[in-house]
């Protein structure tokens, strides 16, 4: 999926989008007035507090605070992030997304040229894995693939399950899917490049199917898209490979992909975790058993970019992996991959030889259950593990267990967390807490460079979210008067200009609504006015603010002559509280200042400004006869 998206595109979707049409698809809106209401996605409610406000495309919840433009309220409600959200976005209201950013030498008529060539390149894939994919459902029916339906019906697969994972047949013909492609205007060109068809090594200009005679899993992109196939034989003792899978194409990336994300996105937000599976059948099984929230990898080993994605969506994560030799392995390397990204991360493990699918078919729903309610912390897999293949009775083997120990343990990034398992570990082993420790923090010297880099960024991932917070500029009604400056300045093109020439910047706090406040002032002495809405839109997709969501979806009840009185009083009440701490400023110099002159100069200073906070006092005061 193209990271990259121009602006172009982005406002070509937010245009296209109804937000009251998006969000009535998640949750049934009512009209009332000028705004539509419902009981809000994102938090138990009794009595609708969730308001959505056409006019300026925003929502906001009066209730738990969230709000923002149609991009948030998919980010949030989806679990994903900007670019994904524009993809979803795109999708529903048939916007193309170039491949990617502009290359290097590329003039902009050839930029746009070729990217529009990459665009319909990859539109074209999409359209060819869709309708195969539904090819492949119809063949479930069909005579020519009545051994595979027999297959599946031998897993006991119910037809809500088969249909919900869109699982199909391949004919067993070597010409059968290419034939069928080629009837729906798929050029033999495409059909190589998606991988549904290989050359012959003899004969180049001879093509034949990949998949023949073979249970067909369609394989989703995080938004959705059928970008691939896994194929899995039906044969007892097969000849060739038990899955045959789709290459890497220009839509499909195996690193980037988790085997049924889209289906399981929204149980993971609802469970608060997420279980990774090996396969398409254990991930599967899962669902059947209620397990939605588990995925699994594509095709190759779990990926810190898979481990990234799925971050997004929960801070818990369950590994249920086989517990054969190459199972454990890839569990142990997972743990590696998720402990650096912040993952609360524990172990399912079931009986050697057996996988969730054969769980559930032959023991029953309730067994399945029992192990994934004992999942164990990662610490007990890996210990365990470590006493395996070590001997604990001895010192030599009990110093490689520490050191293979505290290989993961400095993997930890919470200290508290990472402290904890190293006492534990001299517990267990019956060491002196001082000899692990020494261990770990060689470790995590020889790592430091590496380390530092991911604390910086991790610190400022969790210092982001304080440009959000309102840095309190003194007093409630300095707060209050900022926001109906706000509010008014949204709604009347004419009060950024009176600010501007009023108002000096540098009495507008820097909370997230005075930062609003100096937007909407700028844009309207440019000229931009009616781009306001759209900037704070953007600044709430980066930073969301209870606040500022509030202020965009609410529209002002000022009319001319009571906005012009509002205006005043809220400059009044500004200048009055700057022109305060500048007295106590200046207060505050006079008491610590010990040269005779120097004090007569700060309180001649400190007249001047109590003579300008009276005559703005009387001022306010004559307003109000």
């Known amino acids: 999926m193209n990271r990259y998206i121009s602006d172009d595109i982005i406002e070509e979707v937010r245009n296209r989008c109804n937000i009251v049409d998006i969000i009535n698809s998640y949750a049934p809106l009512k009209k009332t007035g000028s705004t539509w209401k419902t009981l809000c996605p994102f938090h138990q409610e009794k009595t609708p507090s969730f308001v959505v406000t056409p006019e300026r495309q925003i929502f906001h919840c009066f209730g738990c605070g969230k709000g923002g433009d149609v991009f948030r309220f998919i980010m949030d409600r989806e679990g994903v992030d900007f670019p994904t959200a524009v993809h979803l976005l795109a999708d529903r209201c048939g916007v193309l997304i170039p491949e990617s950013a502009p290359r290097a030498g590329e003039s902009p008529q050839q930029a746009r040229e070729n990217a529009e060539n990459r665009a319909n390149r990859r539109d074209r894939l999409y359209q060819l894995h869709e309708k195969l994919c539904t090819w492949f459902e119809k063949n479930l029916k ?29 004919q067993d013909s070597w010409d059968a899917g290419m034939n069928w492609c080629r009837m729906e205007k798929f050029t033999d060109e495409e059909l190589l490049l998606a991988g549904i068809v290989l050359q012959s090594e003899q004969d180049k200009s001879r093509l034949y199917d990949r998949f023949r005679n073979r249970l067909i899993f369609p394989i989703w992109n995080e938004t959705g898209k059928v970008v691939a196939f896994s194929a899995r034989t039906i044969e007892a003792n097969p000849q060739g490979a038990k899955y045959v899978n789709s290459p890497e194409t220009p839509v499909f990336r195996k690193s980037r992909i988790l085997y049924a994300l889209p289906l399981a996105r929204q149980a993971i937000q609802q469970m608060d975790y997420v279980i990774l599976c090996e396969g398409q059948l254990d991930v599967i099984a899962m669902h059947r058993a209620g397990y939605e929230n588990t995925v699994a990898p594509q095709g190759t080993a779990f990926t810190e970019e898979q481990a990234n994605m799925l971050k997004r969506y929960a801070n818990r994560i369950c590994l249920a992996f086989d ?35 054969d769980i559930l078919r032959k023991d029953g729903l309730e067994k399945l259950q029992g192990f994934v309610s004992g999942a164990r912390d990662f610490y007990h897999f890996i210990l365990d593990q470590c006493k395996k293949n070590h001997n604990v009775a001895n010192p030599t083997g009990k110093g490689r267990i520490v050191g293979e120990m505290v290989s993961f343990i400095s993997k930890v990034s919470n200290a508290a967390a990472r402290t904890s398992y190293a006492s534990q570990l001299s517990l267990e082993l019956n060491i002196p807490e001082q000899a692990v420790f020494s261990e770990l923090n060689k470790i995590r010297r020889d790592n430091k460079f590496r380390n530092r880099r991911r604390d910086n960024n991790r610190q400022d991932d969790t210092q982001a979210p304080a440009a959000t917070q309102f840095i309190d500029n003194g007093n409630e009604l300095t707060r209050n008067a900022e926001e109906t400056l706000l509010e008014l300045a949204i709604t009347h093109g004419t009060v950024g200009q009176r600010l501007s020439a009023e108002l000096p910047s540098e009495m507008i706090s820097e909370s997230p609504v005075g930062k609003a406040l100096e937007v909407v002032i700028q844009l309207t002495v440019n000229g931009e006015w009616e781009h306001t809405v759209t900037q704070l839109s953007n600044m709430l997709r980066e930073n969301p603010n209870p606040t500022l969501s509030r202020i965009l979806a609410t529209k002002s009840e000022y009319d ?43 309180m001649k200073k400190y007249q001047e400004i109590f003579n300008k906070t009276r005559q703005l006092d009387q001022a306010q005061g004559a307003s109000l006869d």
Request: charged share 35%.
């Open 142 to 170: 069909r005579d020519e693939c009545r051994q595979v339906a027999e297959y599946l019906q031998s897993r006991e697969l119910p037809p809500e399950i088969v249909a919900k994972f869109r699982l199909g047949a391949a």
């Open 323 to 357: 517990s054969d030799g190459a199972g454990i392995k890839a569990a142990m390397r997972a743990v590696e991959i998720l402990l650096p990204l912040d993952f609360e991360v524990s172990v399912i493990q079931f009986p050697e030889g057996r996988d969730p699918d």
């Open 560 to 602: 001319h002559k009571t906005q012009e009185k509002a205006v005043d009083d809220c400059m009044k009440v500004i200048k009055r509280h700057h022109l305060q701490e500048e007295m106590d400023k200046v207060r505050a110099e006079i008491s610590s200042c010990a040269d005779a002159d120097a004090k007569r100069e700060l």
